[in-house]
Structure formats: C-alpha cells, structure tokens
C-alpha cells in the first residue's frame, strides 16, 4: 500500500507541474518564445532510451539477490550497471554535443527567436539533464531492491517537483532560457546526489563503484535487458503509429477524433500501471525466495484491484462520457460512439494482461513476452490500415482490442506456468472478496 500510495504521486505530480508551470512560461515568454522551448526539449528526450533496459532489469535481478540473501552478487550487479551506465552516457553525451556543435539544428528546427548560440547552450545542457535522468534507474534499482520502492519513488516525485519549481521561478525572475536550462539542469544534480545519500543511509552495503563490476554481470543482463525495450517500441507502434495510420487513411480531422477519444480512455491505465510498479518489487522478493505462494496471491491481488479499478472507470465513463468529451473539447467535436465502446472494452482487456505481464517481468523472464507484444503491435497497423476504408475510426478500435485479445491468452498462460497456478483457479478468484482473497490459503 505504501509504494501503491508513492507511484500514485507521479500523476499527480506530473498535473501539478503542467497546471503550474504551463501557464508561468506562455504568460513571461509568450506562445512563440515557450513554443521554440518545447521543441528544443523534445529533442534530447530520445536520449532516455540510452539505459537500454539495463537499470529495469538490473532492478529486478539485484531484488531477488537480495531476497535469497545474496548482498554481494546483488552489489556486483549494481556497480556493473553503474559502470556500464556511466561510460554509455558519457559517451554517447559527448557524440550528441558534438553533432549539437556541428549540424544547422536551427535552420532545421525553424527557430526564429532564439539565436544560434543559444540553440546550441540549450541543447546541450538539456542532454546533459537527461543523461543525468539516467542515473536515476541505478538509483531506483537500489531502492527497490532493498524493500525501499516507496521510498524511492516519493523521493523521485519530490526531485521532479523541486526541479520543475527552481526552473518555473528562473522564468518568473526573468531569466534567459540557456539559464532556465542550466538551473533544471543543476536541480537535477542536488537531486540526484541528494537520493545517492538517502540510499546509502538506508543501503549501506550499496556502494558506487567500480571495484565489484564484472562483464559477465552485464552479459547475463543482456537478453532480458533488451527485451525490456520491446515494451516502450511497442508502445510507440500502438500510440504513436496508430496515429500516423489513421492520419494517413481518414485525415488529420479523424486524428484529432481518435487521439481525444483515446486520452478519454487512457485514463485507467495510469491507475493499472501504479499497481503494477508496486507490485514488481514484491513479486522479485517473492521469486527470490523461492516462495511461489506470496507470488500467486501477488499476481491475484493485483488482477483483482486492476479489474475493478477498469471496471470502475468504464462504469464511469460509459454514461458522463460524452458529457465529459464534449466539454473538454467546447462541442467542437463529434464523438464516435463505436470507437469509444471499442476503447472501453479495450481498457478492460489491456489491464488484465498488462496487470498480469509483470509475473514474467518480476523474474526476469519476459523475453518472449515483450517479443509478441512488439510483433502484435507491429502488425496492428496493417490491419488498421486494412480495416478503416471499411469500418471508419472503430477500424483502429478493433486493431487494437484485437492485440490485447491475443496478449491475454499468451501472457497469462505464460504467468500461470511460471506461478504453477491455473487459469480456472484464478478465474474464481478474481471474484472473491478481496480479503478473502489475501487469506486464502491457496496451496490447496
């Protein structure tokens, strides 16, 4: 419940930054001047996928190290991650602050208020700031493994809040945007160092360093750490792609109809995947130990809260839905009554496999897992692409409820054969009062 209650901050705090800060920056520098900002700072955000993985996987390994009481080998994996992480962002840093130096991002970028010079300081100190966001997933991989989720993720929503709070009032006083830069860009620093102390305070035995990594550390951290990419690319092909393809079949009006549509929907997930990350430590603790019970009562708590938190959302959404689309959007636009059933139903089904996806991910074993999930996603714009001459916008609606369908039946078959449990078992629990379910006693 406290790493429920921390994860929970994160869209909170991502609310309050933009309530806050959004309309700080268009009041002291003005749609165009905020404008040119944001472009430059969507730039170097690509850089985030330098981790490769590696943090999210080392995480996990390092927790169920720790729950058989394997301290050092636990400590091997973290230094090598540090070490590993380190060199690819310093790295990679330099190359991209060379090309910043070198290539006529200006000109390409179409900015016109803010000079060369300060382009170029801007996205270089943004690199900078999202390389030193890196560190953080060696940072959160201590804590977590330790028994310290909680802690490590209020710690997280209280440095991206200072952040953003010391950039906001850098606008209020007037400061150029290469010092807005530079000041986000040293909160981050104070942040980071400050969660290093905190973590050796609670990890003492959780050293930087370079004296206990290995490459074999990282050799056996490859295949799942790679495999953990497949998720944010399939991502990309759901979200981002699935736009591009209804824009190129229907129009940008329909892009505009479907993307509202979906944010709509989208908001239950948010609620699923704070379970989800609260449950992920637990379940490494629990594979570490060898001790599959606590595991499948994990994986049933956790299916049982996202069912009814989806429920919940569609039971909400299914009568104010249209009331809440046509005010959000000032009856400017029409909703399309089939796709937002289809994406309701979409909703139900993406939390029962996404809830349960975690099983394989906890220990380490999602590699065929993530490999489907890229490869449905995949092939989900295709058949879009096939279905929306025919059916209109609820062509992309069945694309997608079609991916979950399908992820549904190999991602729990998978869980269960990992947990030893059975699909029937699970079934009838789902529907047990939730206290009932955290006492049962199911060995039998």
């Not at 190359?95 to 208020?113: G, K, Q, T």
């Not at 129009?251 to 948010?270: D, E, K």
Request: with cysteine; proline share 4%; hydrophobic share 50%.
């Amino acid at each position: 419940m406290r790493g429920v209650g921390a994860t929970s901050l994160g869209p909170l705090s991502t609310a309050l930054i933009q309530l806050v800060s959004i309309p700080i920056f268009l009041h002291f520098w003005g749609p165009k001047l905020y404008g040119e900002w944001l472009l430059l700072s969507a730039v170097p955000i690509y850089l985030g996928l330098t981790d490769f993985g590696f943090g999210s996987a080392a995480g996990t390994d390092m927790t169920m190290q720790v729950a058989r009481g394997e301290t050092k080998a636990a400590l091997e994996v973290f230094q090598s991650t540090w070490v590993l992480n380190t060199v690819a962002s310093a790295t990679i840093g330099l190359c991209v602050v060379a090309a910043v130096w070198a290539l006529p991002l200006r000109r390409w970028l179409n900015i016109s208020i803010l000079s060369s010079g300060q382009v170029t300081a801007i996205l270089c100190i943004l690199c900078v700031f999202v390389l030193l966001d890196l560190q953080w997933t060696v940072i959160a991989a201590g804590f977590r493994c330790d028994g310290n989720y909680a802690l490590g993720a209020l710690l997280v929503n209280i440095v991206r809040l200072g952040v953003s709070a010391v950039g906001t009032l850098a606008v209020v006083f007037h400061v150029s945007p290469p010092w807005v830069a530079l000041t986000l860009l040293a909160g981050r620093f104070l942040g980071n160092h400050a969660c290093r102390l905190v973590l050796r305070r609670k990890s003492p035995w959780l050293r930087y360093g370079y004296s206990h990594a290995h490459s074999r550390v990282i050799r056996r951290l490859f295949n799942p750490a790679i495999a953990y990419m497949a998720f944010p690319a399939g991502n990309s092909f759901s979200l981002q792609g699935m736009t591009i393809v209804v824009g190129a079949v229907l129009g940008p009006i329909a892009v505009v109809m479907f993307s509202t549509t979906r944010t709509l929907t989208r908001f239950a997930y948010q609620m699923v995947d704070t379970i989800t990350n609260s449950v992920w430590p637990e379940l490494s603790a629990a594979f570490g130990a060898g001790d599959r019970l606590l595991a499948k009562k994990l994986h049933r708590c956790a299916c049982q809260a996202s069912l009814g938190l989806s429920l919940a959302a569609i039971l909400i959404l299914m009568p104010f839905g249209n009331g809440i689309y046509d005010q959000w959007t000032h009856h400017k636009l029409l909703m399309d009554h089939r796709l937002f059933q289809l994406l309701l139903i979409e909703v139900l089904a993406n939390s029962l496999w996404f809830t349960s996806s975690i099983v394989p991910v906890a220990c380490n074993c999602h590699a065929r897992v993530a490999a489907i999930f890229l490869l449905t996603t995949a092939l989900s714009l295709p058949v879009a692409y096939l279905l929306m001459p025919r059916y209109g916008l609820p062509g992309a609606g069945i694309s997608l409820l079609l991916v979950d369908l399908w992820m549904i039946s190999y991602v729990f078959k998978r869980s269960l054969s990992l947990l030893h449990d059975s699909f029937g078992e699970i079934t009838r629990a789902l529907f047990r009062s939730p206290l009932r379910l955290g006492n049962l006693d199911i060995g039998k």
